[in-house]
């Protein structure tokens, strides 16, 4: 008999560039052999350069959204990427806690590739005290958990204890991604307990958009393939780190990462 497929939900914001957001979200899932389904909270005027405009949609239809894929498939991960404003981030949180789903990704997705906000600053300590308790994983890049922690961080040392700091807001696990300090990229998971480290060598290009939506796509989608957390991280980062070898050469900024790539070849 024929396993039931996994069912991955991304709640995030659509990229009209097809780089990163709701677009890469769904590419990965595809890759990774899971169901994907959306909650689109926003959308951007988006290309390899810059985010031209972004329009948010109401609370009231993210949350229509959600019950409609909930209630009639079901949803056995979640990841969350951009959601803009305190109402959306809120109206999130609460569905997270009113459901049982097993897994829960959080990338608090701040600031764009090129530097445009994609997160009301209103929002911020929505995120920190309502929406990262509900998580089983948060993902943050360096520039996010300086902004949660409360800390600058320029050193392996000052990373672990931005984790510290991160996972006492309430969440289960911290994985601090690495790539904005020099040398290889490696990213620090805390589970509460022990620290562990991911590593893979830098790679030189400017084709990296849409690579912390990925990277957190991909461990949702592990997570829900019944992946152990530090396993899902694992396959998670292989997979990130061929799409960027391989990215696609698109547009006059950064382009976006190659999702094409098989998880068959990778785990």
């Known amino acids: 008999m024929r396993e039931p497929i996994r069912r991955v939900l991304t709640i995030a914001g659509s990229d009209s560039g097809g780089g990163a957001g709701i677009q890469a979200d769904l590419k990965t899932f595809s890759a990774f052999g899971v169901y994907g389904m959306s909650v689109v909270t926003s959308v951007t005027a988006q290309n390899t350069v810059r985010v031209h405009g972004v329009e948010a949609l109401s609370p009231e239809f993210v949350s229509?959204?959600?019950?409609?894929?909930?209630?009639d498939i079901g949803v056995d991960s979640v990841k969350t990427g951009m959601l803009y404003d305190?109402?959306?981030?809120?109206?999130?949180?609460?569905?997270?806690?009113?459901?049982?789903?097993?897994?829960?990704?959080?990338?608090?997705?701040m600031v764009a590739k090129g530097g445009d906000t994609l997160l009301q600053k209103d929002?911020?300590?929505?995120?920190?005290?309502?929406?990262?308790?509900?998580?089983?994983?948060?993902?943050?890049?360096?520039?996010?958990?300086?902004?949660?922690?409360?800390?600058?961080?320029?050193?392996?040392?000052d990373l672990r204890e931005a984790a510290i700091r991160i996972h006492k807001l309430g969440c289960g696990a911290v994985l601090i991604k690495g790539g904005h300090l020099k040398g290889d990229a490696v990213d620090v998971l805390f589970d509460g307990d022990s620290f562990s480290r991911f590593t893979s060598r830098r790679i030189a290009t400017l084709n990296t958009?849409?690579?912390?939506?990925?990277?957190?796509a991909a461990i949702a989608a592990g997570l829900a393939r019944g992946l152990s957390l530090k396993k899902a991280i694992q396959v998670a980062k292989k997979f990130v780190t061929r799409a960027i070898q391989e990215a696609i050469p698109l547009g006059k900024g950064h382009g976006p990462l190659n999702h094409f790539i098989r998880i068959e070849e990778i785990e």
Do not use: W
């Not at 305190?86 to 997705?109: E, G, R």
């Open 64 to 71: 229509l959204q959600f019950e409609a894929v909930y209630a």
């Open 123 to 157: 929002a911020i300590e929505k995120v920190k005290h309502e929406l990262l308790p509900t998580a089983t994983l948060v993902t943050p890049n360096i520039p996010e958990a300086e902004i949660l922690s409360g800390i600058r961080i320029e050193s392996p040392s």
């Open 86 to 109: 305190a109402q959306i981030v809120m109206i999130v949180a609460q569905k997270l806690y009113s459901c049982t789903i097993p897994n829960v990704v959080v990338d608090p997705v």
């Open 209 to 216: 958009h849409g690579t912390g939506c990925t990277y957190s």
